[in-house]
């Protein structure tokens, strides 16, 4: 991440003598002391200095500085820019403590957001006093409810039933009983509750800024605000010292081994990586590697049944990831499953690549992957067509090649499935934050320099998205409390990244994310023909996520609009990866608007009706009808493509 320059210490601002009682805009200066608290304490200056803490916790006066604004005292306004206390103290925090080598989160980004708030504040006074009066007294209100409870309780007069806080929902952040129970830390909890939510409440109310700066402003807010969540701290985690008290202090010097660990590898680490291993106990379904060439290499996965379905079924993962997030443990592998419902599956299983693959490009990709692929199956099997499933970055490079086949007449695919998968870039959600033309720039710079982008960079992105879940439980758990990450096969898989091949990502990047080049018939050509979506008549079933964040819903629903072809759109419950790794039995549940022509999601959403249980099994009917007469099982392998080695290959097992 980018970082800007750490400057020196300076002065604090304005005199502070007539400071009034704390507003939620204040909050930022008490952020702002925190981070430079911290600050001071990870660079071993001991204790609080009176100069960190000052004589009232709130260092900038309101009045005085709307006064000065509305005065038109630019001077002193360029003088309080230029010494910048929030960017100076949160980048002092940043270059000061460790946490900065293994938590990839952007403060200087951060430290521009709270400046644009701060000063969004300043040029509204009137809304800036309103607001300190409206938290003051829910502040104030908060602190009364919750020490008067601890009294009734202390007394034995309490109520049965306690409200869940300000938030006015449950936090598994604030899971503990003490934040419940104990007056102060329910008191620190509803304060930084409060704050929290004045503070991103800042987006809605900017109407002046475009939605492109609205969405960069609240997403850098809400990596803010979650970073100082009191949960972070030791002094202010009541499980951490629990934990520390119980174990005679362990826990602590557990807690600093495994950040030690985490600094010499270079990043958080968020899941035993001892606990799993591709053909140990993960990707186990029975196969054979029955064809390789440079990009891939092709498994063929035995029968389970006495019979199969004529039309095989041929697996495109995304390569920017591992494919054995279709074949994780029995329990829940999509393969196995469909193996089960009497399918022949193939899977392609994409290279790692290195510096030396850096030429590689994309129309290699589509040449060398379900091109090649396609044709092995299809001599190994018999069958003339083959159906075909795309999941994420795997389905924009199928509709590529579908789009590519009608150009040359070739039909050689009966039908196609798209799983969390993007066509349209228009609409990506908070991943356009981090593919900006800006940093595309500085992505190709890196590729450049190594041949590849390194599989940390991805993983940093899509941590960022869900910085609660992915980075900060993780930084409690293992820094904290002292335990060892978590042996979770789904988080496993997610840490094995793959790299990226600059030639072609670079292609990727420009033509989808940066272009949305998809979107204009003909301004993508691969091996000399034209694409146009809307040529693609073949019957689809399309899948979205409903809590989606690299891959919104409503733009994965998109395929519905683009295609030629009869769509079978269906919602499932849960994110990118839960929503699609959800068998049959869990508790997951999926929406389907049966017969219905919409035009928009909304109108989709409103039309469709909730089913309990998997998709899985909706898949598999669909699936069925567009597979053709039971058949005698297929041989595996063949004459021209024999079995090279057992599944799970090879490629699957490169660092």
């Known amino acids: 991440m980018v970082v800007g320059k750490t400057r020196e210490s300076g002065t604090n601002g304005p005199d502070t003598a007539a400071a009034p009682s704390p507003g939620p805009e204040m909050m930022l200066s008490l952020w702002t002391r925190w981070l430079e608290s911290a600050s001071k304490l990870a660079g071993g200056q001991g204790a609080l200095s009176q100069s960190a803490l000052g004589a009232s916790p709130w260092p900038i006066s309101l009045d005085g500085m709307a006064g000065n604004l509305l005065q038109g005292s630019m001077r002193q306004l360029g003088e309080m820019l230029a010494k910048d206390p929030i960017l100076r103290a949160a980048e002092d925090a940043l270059n000061a403590n460790p946490l900065r080598e293994v938590v990839p989160v952007d403060w200087a980004e951060i430290a521009r957001a709270l400046r644009t708030v701060w000063l969004r504040s300043l040029s509204r006074p009137e809304k800036a006093l309103a607001a300190a009066v409206d938290f003051n007294t829910r502040m104030w209100q908060s602190a009364m409810a919750t020490w008067n409870e601890a009294g009734e309780r202390w007394l034995g007069v309490a109520q049965p039933d306690t409200p869940q806080g300000a938030s006015g929902s449950p936090d598994k952040r604030f899971a503990a009983a003490e934040w419940q129970g104990n007056p102060a830390y329910r008191t620190l909890k509803e304060i930084y509750l409060l704050a929290s939510d004045w503070l991103l409440r800042q987006t809605s ?83 054979k590697v029955v064809f390789r060439n440079k990009l891939i290499e092709l498994i063929q996965y035995e029968p389970s049944t006495e019979t199969v379905r004529r039309i095989p079924l041929m697996i495109i993962p995304p390569w920017i990831n591992k494919y ?131 599989s940390r960079e991805m993983s940093n992105m899509f941590n960022l998205l869900r910085s609660n879940d992915l980075i900060w439980s993780n930084v409690v758990n293992n820094y904290l409390l002292g335990q060892k990450p978590p042996a979770f096969d789904l988080l496993y898989w997610n840490s ?71 769509v079978r759109f269906v919602l499932a419950s849960s994110g990118h990866i839960a929503g699609m790794i959800n068998p049959p039995g869990g508790k997951g549940s999926f929406w389907v608007a049966e017969g219905q022509a919409t035009e928009s999601p909304e109108a989709w959403r409103k039309a469709a009706e909730r089913a309990d249980g998997s998709w899985w099994t909706d898949w598999s009917r669909w699936l069925t009808v567009h597979a053709g007469e039971t058949v005698a099982l297929p041989s595996m392998g063949s004459a021209i493509h024999a079995p090279l080695l057992n599944a799970p290959g090879s490629y699957v097992l490169e660092k």
């Open 205 to 287: 109310e900017a109407d002046d800024l475009s939605p492109a700066e609205r969405q960069r402003l609240d997403f850098h807010l809400r990596q803010f605000v979650d970073a100082m969540s009191p949960t972070l701290l030791l002094a202010s985690n009541p499980v951490a010292l629990r934990r520390a008290i119980e174990t005679g202090g362990a826990s602590v010097a557990d807690g600093v081994r495994n950040l030690q660990h985490d600094l010499k590898e270079g990043k958080l680490s968020m899941v035993d990586t001892t606990a799993f291993a591709p053909g140990r106990n993960l990707a186990l379904t029975p196969g």
């Open 496 to 566: 094995d990244g793959t790299r990226m091949a600059r030639t072609a990502h670079t292609w990727y990047l420009r033509n989808t994310y940066s272009e949305n080049n998809l979107m204009h018939p003909g301004k993508v050509r691969l091996k000399g023909e034209a694409l146009d979506l809307g040529r693609i008549r073949l019957d689809i079933y399309a899948v979205g996520a409903e809590k989606d964040h690299i891959v919104p819903w409503d733009a994965a629903w998109r395929v519905t609009q683009l295609v030629g072809g009869r």
């Open 324 to 454: 054995y997030i279709m074949d994780m443990q029995p329990k829940n592998s999509m393969v196995r499953f469909l193996v089960g419902q009497g399918f022949t599956v193939f899977m392609l299983s994409w290279r790692n690549p290195d510096a030396s693959m850096e030429d590689t490009t994309i129309e290699d990709y589509m040449d060398l992957g379900p091109l090649a692929a396609s044709d092995v199956v299809r001599e190994i099997t018999g069958s003339p067509t083959v159906n075909v499933m795309g999941y994420c970055i795997g389905g924009t490079l199928l509709a590529m090649t579908l789009a590519w086949l009608v150009a040359k007449g070739d039909d050689r695919f009966n039908t196609a499935t798209f799983m969390v998968s993007l066509q349209d870039f228009s609409k990506v959600g908070d991943t356009a934050l981090f593919l900006g033309d800006e940093t595309i720039d500085f992505i190709e710079q890196q590729m450049m320099e190594r041949g590849y982008l390194d």
